[in-house]
């Protein structure tokens, strides 16, 4: 176990990198090791990655069980997550949600298409009754 008396990271990406390693885990062995703890066979290696570089921060459930999985404190866990999140790392990768209901409402389906247009140029056909 990682003792909670240790000077933790501001942030959670270092800290998770630095728990991983310390099991001697690859990202997919983590990946697998939360997947077969938490019942929830879909956790990829590359969302691991995405939490490490914090391009996302995981969640309460993915908290608790990465607390379970890599033996540490979920209240260090918890602090290093605020903290990653007050600081911003968190990078988007594209527009968040709001934007794109909004552009989907206006009828945009892609940078600079609209919704009667497809990807040839062409113009969309009706099917007549």
């Known amino acids: 176990m990682i003792s909670s008396a240790s000077p933790r990271p501001a942030q959670l990406g270092p800290l998770l990198v630095r728990c991983r ?29 995405r939490w490490e570089r914090q391009r996302r921060v995981p969640g309460g459930f993915w908290l608790g069980w990465l607390a ?40 945009r389906t892609g940078p600079g298409r609209t919704g009667g247009t497809t990807r040839g140029g062409g113009a969309r056909t009706r099917a007549t009754r």
């Open 68 to 107: 379970v999985v890599l033996d540490v404190p979920l209240v260090a866990l918890a602090e290093a997550a605020a903290a990653t999140r007050r600081a911003g790392s968190t990078r988007a990768t594209g527009p968040g949600r709001a934007a794109l209901a909004g552009a989907r409402a206006s009828g």
């Open 21 to 49: 390693l310390a099991h001697g885990w690859s990202q997919q062995r983590a990946a697998a090791e939360l997947c077969a703890a938490s019942g929830v066979p879909t956790l990829s290696r590359h969302e691991i990655s």
